[in-house]
């Protein structure tokens, strides 16, 4: 566009302007796409589906939603720096099966060790992205294999029955007022990530590891202390979501606890406006982006839809809104 | 070789080509004779990279045309310039490294038994013929990767030649070789050559292209300054050739040479990094202007990476203000009271979507706040602060970096080095791409923080920018440091004679 407005100078400002004025609209669209496309869904659902504006079906919802808030989260950040974080599903998955063999240490210590499990595994991560240079992609991939494969083998490949009562009991079916606890506290680190993001020089360093990697080397910001923090948190993130979901489930189920969730995590984040060339972060936008994709399934499922025609669906819908994004780069 | 009696083999008639209304190249013409070979010089941006790629065919000049052995051709796309004998060998090689040496040079056009199967037996002979030919001593069947990147080169221009090129283009082909690699290389040149072959070579190493050229082309900014035999082009002619100096030299400010009275701030000794920097030794001190002048290549930018840390230094010490700095990261030189602008300001300077604010304070972040949390007071002040200080022209901290122009963005960078409050400050080409207004403030500003006692050591591709801001000038000439010169009262002719006579006493790349 600055290339036609140089090229043609005699001609008159008026269209020009109007033209820009609808570019501005159009990138205001595009900058919030999230937002609306949330809003449309919704506003579409409470017109057409029968039960969607029951208190339950929302609850069911967000308990739903808010492993996949955590994981975003954390997706987020890695996607950031330029990185990617594939293994989120599978520390979901290891983290449940670390709770069934560790409960012996009673719920919260259980809990704890599961978390702490894949904090480290998660600063694994990040030393082969740091230290070794090994793709994210790479490295995110064989944790998404290894991770899996441990969470199986530490329960012999199949489902245990968590305790009913406790912590694991108030996760799993706790909610004040429709809304359950796990989303409260999965929305109150959403805050604390936000902040992290916005208030610290850790957040900072993320943006500039992601703007980019040579600058902010030169510039002498910390990048491999950032890189291990971001997939720290992004690990420990993944275990507290595995602790959601296992509490929801009442069971530790490494075959199915976490399955596919990375993709979820990705989609959630770049549709939320993390894009994957780095250097910009939203909490926010991945909030509603997970949120989204949550109400998507519910539509699906809530529509008697087909499970596997569900899945095409959501992937095209998840491609238009990523190709409505790109469009404006 | 008879240059007069032929036609050339290609031609290039007033081409120019347009880039955004910059012109790349304006109104260059430049003939190529068979069997000759063609030095084509001149530094970053002079158009060389223009042409080469104007000759292949991925430019249609906007102007001008090509005249291949006298008859006018339009290339349009690289393989139109391919099938009518031009080859390019880049840097990057375009080959297969499974696959081998005879399989790569053959690729296309195996010989077949009855049209399906490949006829291993005679690709394999045919290869080696080739290789023989042109005393290229590998083994056929030997995989590629199993090559230097030399001799993978050489097979690069064996295949060329087998596909009937008549001209090959060399694009800094010698600038990852060692040193016997370049003598094998120069002699498969040479052979071709013979044969009636036209070379177009490209290199920064002077000494290069006088041991190998017959002619030599010279671009500067785009437009064509000369076409000389080598042996009427001396060095210092072909140096101010390159360079130019349109611009008279501003006054050199007279008695500056009392800044070396100061205490040394800054000093290397005997640093090395590959075969790029070779013991370097220089001594830089409070309030002086050290200029590192040197021709594109030279090292002078290896040389500011590896006194910053940016590069681990294999051999040398590094001491500032009388510390030792060994084993030091960017994060570890800034500690001590090191700053470096680096030369290319888009990769490896701006955080191009984030805003002025976060790019101005990067590197002070820690020490605005506490607790790892950012004071966004502190950063207000400090950006205001130094866009007054620096008369950065922008709407406001929150501004986007990359919607500032060229200048401007290069001044919020030198305020994100001068936040640090350095005693040393590393400036690679700090006014590269800035605008002439934009070039006297960086100018003011660096004799301005010697005055204030700082240590300043910068290069550029301009000479008399050095002049007018430096009190001595170091020369560097492929990694050694070959020469010196105070500045007071000298001109560009004389800067340009040491960078000559540097050129000339390079060291020799013995060639048998």
Redesign the interface.
């Known amino acids: 566009m600055a ?1 036609s407005v ?1 090229s043609k100078p005699a001609r008159a400002a008026a269209p020009q302007r109007t033209s820009r004025e609808k570019r501005s609209v159009v990138d205001w669209l595009r900058s919030n796409s999230v937002y609306i496309a949330f809003a449309l869904l919704v506003a579409f659902n409470l017109a057409v589906t029968p039960g969607f504006d029951n208190v339950y079906a929302l609850r069911q919802l967000l308990f739903e939603a808010a492993p996949l808030i955590l994981i975003a989260l954390g997706q987020s950040l890695a996607i950031g720096t330029r990185g990617i974080d594939l293994s989120v599903g599978s520390m979901m998955a290891l983290s449940s099966s670390v709770i069934a063999v560790a409960i012996g240490l009673g719920q919260p210590g259980a809990i704890v060790t599961a978390i702490a499990v894949t904090t480290l595994v998660g600063l694994f991560n990040g030393s082969m992205v740091t230290f070794l240079r090994v793709d994210p992609l790479i490295s995110g991939l064989a944790l998404l294999v290894a991770g899996r494969g441990l969470a199986k083998v530490l329960l012999g490949g199949s489902r245990v029955d968590l305790p009913s009562g406790g912590i694991l009991g108030w996760l799993g079916m706790q909610s004040y007022f429709f809304v359950p606890v796990v989303a409260i506290i999965a929305i109150v680190i959403a805050v604390v990530v936000a902040a992290l993001v916005r ?7 993320t ?2 590891a992601g ?2 990697r ?9 990048v491999r202390r950032t890189l291990l923090g971001v997939y720290a948190i992004s690990g420990l993130l993944a275990g507290l979501a595995g602790v959601f979901a296992s509490a929801r489930t009442g069971a530790a189920d490494p075959n199915y606890i976490g399955v596919l969730f990375e993709l979820d995590a990705i989609a959630a984040a770049v549709i939320g406006g993390n894009p994957l060339s780095g ?2 972060v939203s909490i926010l936008g991945a909030v509603f982006g997970a949120l989204l994709l949550q109400v998507l399934d519910a539509t699906f499922i809530m529509n008697n839809i087909d499970y596997t025609y569900a899945q095409i669906l959501k992937a095209g819908f998840i491609v238009a809104a990523l190709y409505l994004q790109r469009a404006g780069h | 070789m008879n240059t007069t009696s032929t036609v050339p083999v290609l031609e290039a008639r007033h081409i120019t080509k347009t880039f955004r209304g910059f012109a790349a190249l304006d109104d260059v013409s430049f003939a190529l004779m068979p069997g000759e070979v063609h030095g084509l010089m001149g530094e970053n941006g002079a158009g060389k990279s223009t042409l080469i790629k104007t000759l292949t065919g991925f430019h249609a000049p906007d102007a001008g045309e090509l005249r291949l052995a006298g008859e006018a051709v339009t290339f349009a796309d690289p393989r139109a310039s391919q099938n009518a004998g031009i080859a390019a060998v880049y840097q990057e090689i375009n080959l297969i490294p499974e696959r081998s040496v005879a399989e790569n040079i053959m690729l296309g056009r195996e010989p077949r038994i009855g049209g399906l199967i490949i006829d291993r037996r005679r690709l394999n002979a045919e290869a080696a013929d080739l290789l023989s030919r042109y005393g290229i001593h590998v083994q056929a069947t030997a995989p590629l990767k199993s090559l230097g990147l030399g001799m993978q080169q050489m097979i690069a221009i064996t295949r060329a030649i087998a596909l009937g090129a008549r001209v090959v283009i060399l694009d800094e082909p010698t600038s990852a070789l060692s040193g016997s690699e370049v003598d094998l290389l120069f002699a498969l040149i040479n052979r071709l050559r013979d044969d009636g072959v036209a070379i177009l070579f490209v290199s920064h190493r002077l000494s290069e292209c006088y041991a190998l050229c017959d002619r030599l082309t010279v671009l500067r900014d785009g437009r064509h300054v000369c076409t000389e035999t080598t042996a009427d082009l001396p060095r210092t002619a072909l140096v101010t050739a390159m360079l130019g100096r349109e611009r008279e030299a501003e006054a050199a400010g007279g008695a500056r040479s009392e800044a070396r009275d100061g205490p040394t701030v800054l000093a290397t000794e005997d640093l090395s990094w590959r075969d790029r920097v070779r013991d370097v030794s220089l001594d830089i001190h409070a309030g002086e202007v050290v200029g590192l002048v040197g021709l594109l290549g030279s090292g002078r930018t290896e040389t500011f990476k590896a006194i910053f840390g940016a590069e681990r230094a294999d051999a040398g010490r590094i001491m500032l203000e009388g510390t030792p700095l060994t084993r030091h990261t960017p994060a570890i030189s800034i500690g001590h009271g090191l700053a470096f602008l680096p030369e290319d300001r888009r990769a490896d300077g701006i955080f191009a979507r984030l805003p002025i604010r976060e790019n101005l304070t990067a590197t002070t972040l820690g020490s605005l706040g506490r607790f790892g949390l950012v004071s966004r007071g502190a950063q207000r002040q400090l950006v205001d602060e130094f866009v007054e200080e620096l008369s950065i022209k922008c709407s406001g901290p929150q501004q986007a970096i990359s919607e500032l122009s060229g200048g401007n963005q290069q001044k919020v960078l030198l305020a994100r080095c001068l936040a640090t409050r350095p005693k040393a400050l590393l400036l690679d080409d700090p006014t590269r791409g800035i605008d002439v207004g934009a070039k006297d403030e960086v100018h003011a500003v660096i004799r301005r923080l010697a005055g204030e006692g700082m240590a300043v050591l910068v290069t550029s591709s301009e000479i008399d920018e050095l002049l007018a801001i430096c009190d001595r000038l170091v020369a560097i000439n492929e990694g050694e440091i070959a020469g010196e010169l105070d500045v007071a009262g000298r001109s560009a002719d004389d800067v340009l004679h040491l960078l000559a006579g540097a050129a000339e006493h390079a060291p020799a790349r013995d060639r048998a």
Do not use: D, I, K
């Open positions: 290339e140089v208030g610290t020089t850790f957040g900072r360093y943006l500039f703007a980019s040579s600058a902010a080397f030169l510039a002498g910001t910390p250097g910009r």
